[in-house]
C-alpha cells in the first residue's frame, strides 16, 4: 500500500469517526422540550458569548417585553427627532438610540445581557445539571453547584427561563411611560412651533 493510500484511508477514517461522533452527540443532546434540554442550550449560549442564541430561551412575557422596549424606544426616537428641539433633541435621541434600532427583540436582549452584565453572572453559576423538577407548566434546573433556574413551558412547547423576566417586563413598562411622556412634550412642542411668528 502506497503512502498516499495509506494517507487517503487514515483521512477518511478519521471523517468517519468525526462524523460519527457529531451524529451520536446530536441525537443524545435533550429537546428543547425539555427544562434540561432548555437549560443546556442557555449554557452553550452564554459559552459562546451568544445572548442573541439565548433569546429563543427566555419565557414569553420576557420576549415580548424585549420586543416592546424596541417599538416604542423607535417611536420615541422618531417623536424626539421630528418635534423636539435642541439641545433636547440630540440628547434624547443618542439616548434612545441603540435600542431604536435593534432590528428585534433578540438585538434588544442583548443589549440589556451586556450592559446589564447578565452573561457573565450566568456564566458564574452554569454547571451540569443535578436534577429536574417539573410541575406542570413550571419547572426547575438545580445545578451541581447548587443554583436552580426556573423555567416555564411556553406556548410552542418550548422551556423559558424566567431569570430575567421581572427587570425586562420592568423596562418595557417604563420605555411605555417614557413614550406617553415624550408625546406629550411632542406635541406641547408642536403646538408652540405652529404659534411662532415665524413658524418655527
Not at 422618531?78 to 433633541?89: F, G, K, S, T, W
Amino acid at each position: 500500500m502506497s503512502r498516499r493510500r495509506a494517507l487517503q484511508l487514515g483521512l477518511g477514517a478519521g471523517g468517519v469517526l468525526v462524523l460519527g461522533w457529531l451524529g451520536y452527540s446530536w441525537l443524545r443532546f435533550p429537546s428543547d422540550r425539555t427544562p434540561e434540554g432548555a437549560y443546556l442550550r442557555v449554557v452553550s449560549a452564554v459559552n459562546r458569548d451568544r445572548p442573541e442564541a439565548l433569546f429563543a430561551y427566555l419565557e414569553t412575557d420576557a420576549q415580548h417585553a424585549c420586543y416592546s422596549v424596541g417599538k416604542y424606544r423607535r417611536q420615541a426616537r422618531d417623536r424626539v427627532l421630528a418635534d423636539y428641539p435642541e439641545p433636547e433633541r440630540s440628547e434624547l435621541a443618542e439616548r434612545y438610540r441603540l435600542f431604536a434600532e435593534a432590528t428585534d427583540g433578540e438585538d434588544v436582549f442583548a443589549l440589556y445581557a451586556r450592559s446589564e452584565g447578565w452573561l457573565d453572572r450566568l456564566r458564574r453559576d452554569l454547571s451540569g445539571v443535578a436534577r429536574v423538577e417539573e410541575v406542570g407548566a413550571r419547572a426547575s434546573v438545580e445545578t451541581v453547584r447548587g443554583t436552580r433556574y426556573s423555567f416555564r413551558r411556553r406556548e410552542n412547547g418550548i422551556w423559558g427561563l424566567t431569570t430575567f423576566t421581572a427587570p425586562l417586563v420592568a423596562e418595557g413598562e417604563k420605555a411605555a411611560r417614557d413614550l406617553q411622556v415624550i408625546e406629550r412634550a411632542a406635541d406641547d412642542y408642536a403646538r408652540a412651533k405652529r404659534r411662532a411668528p415665524d413658524g418655527g
